[in-house]
């Protein structure tokens, strides 16, 4: 069973940097796509990077330049470093991933930005 594991989320001030840790096991197949979603009150889940296991990455608008997504494969370990953190960053972090034809989520991590 595929199980992620999410660490670093926490409350910074505006400015601030954070670093988000996702670990994924348990699954016969390779975690192809790995990515972080956020989910503020009242809003949708949106789509805040991803990264393949060749290495490619997306980043939604609102986050390019201030947000790296990276992955270790050997460790199945993605990361977020998360700088010039703003307080409409705030929201619930989620790691997901693609291993085989299924998607799996993490429980989420709170990021709250003060301003």
């Known amino acids: 069973q595929v199980q992620l594991v999410e660490s670093g989320g926490g409350l910074v001030q505006a400015g601030g940097s954070l670093r988000l840790s996702c670990v994924a096991s348990?699954?016969?197949?390779?975690?192809?796509?790995m990515g972080w979603y956020r989910q503020a009150p009242g809003k949708q889940r949106e789509l805040v990077a991803r990264?393949?296991?060749?290495?490619?990455?997306f980043y939604t608008d609102s986050v390019k330049g201030r947000f790296t997504i990276s992955r270790d494969v050997a460790k199945n370990t993605v990361y977020l470093q998360m700088n010039s953190l703003k307080p409409e960053d705030t929201a619930v972090y989620y790691c997901?991933?693609?291993?085989?034809?299924?998607?799996?989520w993490g429980q989420g991590t709170q990021v709250t930005v003060s301003s």
């Open positions: 997901s991933v693609r291993a085989g034809p299924n998607d799996y």
């Open positions: 348990g699954s016969r197949f390779t975690f192809n796509v």
């Open positions: 990264i393949t296991n060749g290495g490619s990455t």
